[in-house]
């Protein structure tokens, strides 16, 4: 089983700076890729970033230029660098591993970006 936990999230000024953490644990070596996702109440989950076991990454059009998804192997933790936040950037963050098997979820963590 993999365990994901998310911290980082908080209060931001438009325009400021967050960084996203997800520390992975448990059968770390079945894990394929890594993700970000985010969820406004009433809306979809929408995939924010991604990046392979190979370090390809892929982001939302919405967050190009602004977001940066990277790892720290030894640490076992993906990382999300969000620069330039805007209001609509505010939602609750999901961190995801894919596995062969299974998808992994963590408990997710709230950004929000004042106006």
């Known amino acids: 089983q993999v365990q994901l936990v998310e911290s980082g999230g908080g209060l931001v000024q438009v325009g400021g700076s967050l960084r996203l953490s997800c520390a992975a644990s448990?059968?770390?070596?079945?894990?394929?890729?890594m993700g970000w996702y985010r969820q406004v109440p009433g809306k979809q989950r929408e995939s924010v970033a991604g990046?392979?076991?190979?370090?390809?990454?892929n982001y939302a059009d919405s967050v190009k230029g602004r977001f940066t998804i990277s790892r720290d192997n030894a640490k076992n933790t993906v990382y999300l660098q969000m620069n330039s936040l805007k209001p609509e950037d505010t939602a609750v963050y999901y961190c995801?591993?894919?596995?062969?098997?299974?998808?992994?979820w963590g408990q997710g963590t709230q950004v929000t970006v004042s106006s």
């Open positions: 990046i392979s076991n190979n370090d390809n990454t």
């Open positions: 448990g059968s770390i070596f079945s894990i394929l890729s």
């Open positions: 995801n591993a894919k596995t062969g098997r299974y998808i992994a």
